[in-house]
């Protein structure tokens, strides 16, 4: 046989035989579309029912390019409005929590960095979709909301007015596996004067991570 046909016949087997040890695509193993139910396991990864309980929370700083150190104080809750839903809820009823950093991002507005002044309290917040029946990864979604912020009395952002709106919206994965979140939250600011889409992005883990490295 022709040496040249003998080295085609040899290249073609061995290429059908990579091929055979490639893992599949995702999109091979995946549906177009996460379930729509959302997940009860996510929620058993993601939040413990025990008193005062709050997930690591970190957000990335598009200016520095680092991640913050842990935002503290997001006491996690499942909803009281569905419960296949976390929200993030200040035991205490007339406090807030750090939520999304919002108390620091929003100072100016507020007229403080504090979260107890601000009184930031969400109690329907993000669902768990999982990209098939069974599946310890998914997606996760933000309920399009507008999220109520209080201000100091002595604010000079609408004296008088006591309280501001900023939109929220977005989504992002979770990996049950590795116990972590990755969140894209969209900011509409526009009923402080600011831009609709206000992109950020966020890590929530049980667990302390280590970043920046």
Not at 8 to 19: E, P, Y
Not at 22 to 33: H, I, N, Q, S, V
Not at 207 to 212: C, E, G, I
Request: charge should be negative.
């Amino acid at each position: 046989m022709n040496k040249f046909i003998i080295f085609l016949l040899f290249m073609v087997t061995l290429s059908a035989g990579c091929r055979e040890e490639e893992p599949p695509f995702k999109e091979d193993l995946y549906p177009e579309e996460p379930l729509s139910t959302p997940s009860s396991s996510a929620i058993n990864v993601f939040h413990q029912n025990i008193p005062n309980y709050q997930l690591f929370v970190y957000r990335y700083n598009e200016d520095t390019k680092l991640w913050s150190n842990r935002i503290i104080g997001h006491f996690s809750i499942i909803s009281t409005q569905d419960p296949n839903y976390l929200g993030f809820v200040h035991p205490v009823a007339t406090s807030g929590v750090t939520f999304l950093d919002m108390h620091r991002l929003y100072a100016t507005q507020i007229g403080s960095t504090n979260a107890v002044t601000a009184k930031i309290n969400v109690d329907k917040f993000i669902g768990f979709f999982p990209d098939f029946e069974g599946a310890k990864t998914g997606i996760v979604r933000v309920v399009p909301q507008d999220i109520t912020v209080s201000k100091n009395p002595n604010s000079t952002f609408e004296p008088g007015v006591p309280t501001f709106k900023i939109g929220i919206s977005g989504e992002g994965t979770y990996d049950e596996r590795t116990a972590i979140i990755d969140l894209e939250v969209i900011f509409n600011e526009t009923a402080i004067g600011g831009p609709a889409a206000v992109k950020r992005i966020y890590k929530m883990s049980p667990s302390a991570l280590t970043l920046n490295l």
